[in-house]
């Protein structure tokens, strides 16, 4: 175990630029059961500091390689089993990187239906191939009649089955099959066309009605719009290579002969290199065009997984709102819009329905109702949900709050429009149903709309992340893969802010590092029954959390205002005694040296360090006891929308206003101003230089000014740009990777809310994206 954890070490520290040691030691530790958030907060000394980005990255390699090494292992059994082994082939297998160089070695002995070639070798060809192989001066066809007996009637006959036993030979080739995919990925190109006579029923992906670019530098979200198209059976997909060569022996036949020596001058190797093209046409181009076509989703699923894992992050890190009395608005027309009054904590104070619209618009009746639970509930904050209808309610609130008394305080309430992706999603799961069992299923959405405003992280950790809709093409990418993806971001920015013991739900506490939903429920039903939590060593009395629990957990869990002031810190409780030796040091009450920063800073760290405890820990012990409980989340903020700008017809170009940025893809930004439609800031557009990556400028939940460039109301398009020159995009520096279109602004486009693929490249990849 101990050599096989070294050797995996060792392979996965170049990928992560980390030392063998460094990996061995993490790898060890998550084989013991620790989490990645509790190796990269606690155990810095043991892996040499590596941080929570490498602890991932070191985790996903980890389960690849092992998958290899499980696969090698079945390999070498099978080819073994059947005394086909050799010292050439084992050391072949031993070195195989990847499981496509494993696959390739072990085609000639995996077990297959009974082939051409086997046919061929039944009728006795196997002699007349070698022959051939043996003698480049021979003529096959003269060699070809000796075998004409029995079931090959002729020379023919004879030399097509020689041909399927050659072709065999040189398609189990892996020393080949690495070089031919190699030259393929270089110089393969991807095409598309349309269907015939599917033009109209696939005009969503129009664009691709005649379209190819190189298969190396294609973007993740083009590629998986083909795939859609090719699903849908709109498009043919094809992938061409050597097609631009004029000469009349192709690129790849020439590796195929020189991997086998086959030379043009006698009978035989011009025969085998006939056999050769017949083979590359008819096997090797094909089966490697659909590895080719797999290794293109794999890369574009990859960068689509990237995507919504890193804007996920960025939601679930949001700026809280604060534990404020908040009215949550779900809009609707017909339906009316629902209404919930949450308190501070995000307990459940009111709910009920207006009607402020058609059929019955009931506008001030509405106003009056919402005024009066305003002041009986003392509501700071309005979150309104930014679906069908929001503007209508936004401007219906703005009216009420323009003729309501300010407080006591002087300020009225704040109105907020609030993402409510996912709300839905969450109104009908099973748990709304166990926190609200007899509320009815609309009005649950309108809760989830105010706690979100309060916290975006305790409310979407109740939400499946694959329902947030921070994505593209989630619903084409391996769902298994995106759900791993997904649940680390999760798992990491809940540790990293830290959980309320007291008042955290069960979902929220289940991502805690260590804890499982079981454990979680067992938590609040403890809680429930016992009353608060005074101290994190109470944690050891609720059922089937032992220490091992216990130790994962307890640096990530909160408890304010306790009996031990270091509960609500980061501080975890195996270095309280280092903690207080720093308070000691002070010469002051615990209580009044933390977030003390001068006292603090004013020591020297090293004379902390022990045995148990370096130096890293000891600095983040100081650093947590100047800002204990910090929060790493940024202030609350919103955009304020414009007044008089509620429809897109409402828009002109030219005009600057403020929105949020709802999503950030590889092409661009997607920006919700107020209008039903978020607009498109094309990656071109995002700033007065270059840009490589939209996150490098922007992310979810970032406020900002945007120009309007064009507005496609007909197709409910908008195209912004958050350039400060007004000119066109500034060009790619000289090797820069250009993979992601660069468009005119007056060709970019906008997409509806929630969408998430560019208007900018047309409206077959923007339907296409509706339907992810």
């Known amino acids: 175990m101990a050599a096989d954890i070294r050797f995996l070490a060792a392979a996965i520290a170049a990928e992560i630029n980390a030392r063998p040691e460094q990996a061995a030691a993490a790898i060890g530790l ?48 099978s080819i073994n089993s059947q005394g086909k082994m050799t010292d050439e082939l084992a050391r072949k297998l031993a070195g195989a990187a990847t499981k496509a160089e494993l696959e390739d070695l072990y085609l000639p002995y995996k077990p297959k239906r009974r082939t051409r070639a086997e046919i061929a070798r039944e009728r006795g060809l196997q002699p007349l191939a ?67 006579g599917k033009q109209e029923a696939g005009a969503k992906f129009s664009d691709y009605f005649d379209h190819s670019e190189r298969w190396a530098t294609v973007p993740g979200h083009r590629a998986l719009a083909m795939l859609r198209g090719w699903n849908e059976e709109f498009l043919t997909l094809s992938i061409e290579v050597d097609q631009d060569d004029p000469s009349p022996v192709k690129p790849a036949h020439r590796i195929i002969a020189a991997t086998f020596q086959i030379g043009t001058k006698g009978p035989a190797d011009l025969w085998l290199m006939e056999a050769a093209g017949w083979t590359w046409r008819v096997k090797l181009s094909t089966s490697l065009s659909l590895d080719l076509m797999r290794e293109l989703r794999e890369r574009a699923e990859e960068e689509a997984i990237h995507v919504f894992a890193r804007n996920l992050k960025d939601l679930l890190l949001a700026a809280p709102a604060g534990s404020r009395p908040t009215m949550g608005l779900d809009p609707g027309i017909r339906t009316g819009v629902k209404v919930a009054i949450v308190d501070g904590t995000g307990k459940l104070l009111e709910t009920t329905t207006v009607y402020p619209f058609p059929p019955r618009n009931d506008i001030r009746g509405t106003q009056t109702e919402l005024a ?137 506490l289940a991502r805690v590092s260590g804890l499982s939903r079981s454990i979680a429920d067992a938590i609040v039903l403890h809680r429930d029954q016992n009353g608060p939590f005074q101290s994190r060593k109470e944690l050891l009395k609720v059922a089937r959390l032992g220490n091992r629990t216990f130790e994962q957990a307890a640096g990530f869990l909160r408890i304010p205002n306790g009996k031990e002031p270091l509960d609500a810190s980061a501080v975890h409780p195996e270095a309280y005694g280092v903690a207080k030796k720093i308070v000691a040091a002070c010469g002051r009450d615990l209580r009044s040296v933390m977030g003390d920063s001068g006292a603090l800073k004013a020591l020297d760290p090293r004379q902390f360090i022990d045995e148990q405890f370096g130096l890293p820990t000891v600095k983040d012990i100081l650093a947590e006891l100047e800002k204990p409980g910090r929060d ?34 590889a092409f661009g930004a997607f920006v919700d101003i107020g209008v039903h439609q978020d607009g498109l800031v094309h990656v071109s557009q995002l700033a007065d230089r270059f ?43 000289r090797g820069a990777d250009r993979g992601a279109p660069r468009v005119n602004p007056k060709q970019m486009k906008a997409e509806p809310k929630g969408a998430s693929a560019p208007g900018a490249l047309g409206a077959a990849l923007a339907e296409a994206m509706k339907r992810r």
């Open 130 to 196: 070698d022959a051939i192989w043996a003698d480049r001066t021979a003529d096959p066809a003269k060699l070809a009649e000796a075998y004409v007996a029995g079931e090959v009637t002729d020379v023919k006959m004879a030399l097509e089955g020689a041909r399927d036993i050659v072709a065999e030979a040189i398609s189990e080739n892996a020393d080949l099959l690495g070089r031919l995919r190699q030259h393929m990925r270089n110089g393969a190109v991807l095409k598309a066309k349309v269907v015939d």
């Open 632 to 665: 790493p989340r940024p202030s609350f903020k919103t955009a304020t929308f414009a007044e008089g700008i509620d429809e897109i017809s409402d828009l002109k170009p030219g005009m600057l206003l403020e929105g949020t940025v709802t999503n950030v893809a």
């Open 372 to 508: 009066s639970l305003i002041r009986k509930h003392g509501v700071d904050l309005i979150a309104i949900g930014n679906g069908t209808g929001s503007r209508e309610t936004e401007k219906l609130v703005a009216d009420m709050l323009a003729s309501l008394p300010a407080s006591s305080s002087g300020v009225k309430p704040t109105k907020v429009i609030v993402s409510e992706a996912g709300a839905s999603v969450y109104s009908a799961s099973e748990t709304a149903a166990a926190e609200f069992p007899g509320l009815d299923v609309s009005l649950r959405g309108a809760v989830s709309i105010a706690r979100r405003l309060q916290d975006p992280l305790a409310e979407l950790v109740k939400i499946e992340p694959k329902s947030i809709g921070v994505g593209q093409y989630q619903h084409d990418v391996d769902q298994g893969k995106l759900s791993r993806s997904l649940d680390a971001v999760v798992e990491d920015a809940v540790n990293a802010v830290g959980v309320d013991l007291n008042t955290a739900s069960s979902p929220l």
């Open 30 to 77: 998550i084989d013991e059961g620790a989490t990645v958030p509790f190796i990269a907060r606690y155990r810095k000394e043991v892996t040499g500091g590596l941080d929570d980005t490498q602890l991932r990255n070191l985790s996903e390699r980890l389960v690849y390689l092992r998958e290899l090494e499980a696969r090698r292992t079945s390999i070498v059994d």
């Open 691 to 733: 840009v490589k990556d939209p996150h490098e400028v922007v992310k979810a939940g970032d406020v900002v000014k945007v120009r309007v460039v064009e507005v496609d109301a007909k197709r409910k398009r908008i195209a912004l740009s958050m350039r400060k020159d007004g000119g066109e995009a500034a060009p790619a520096p």
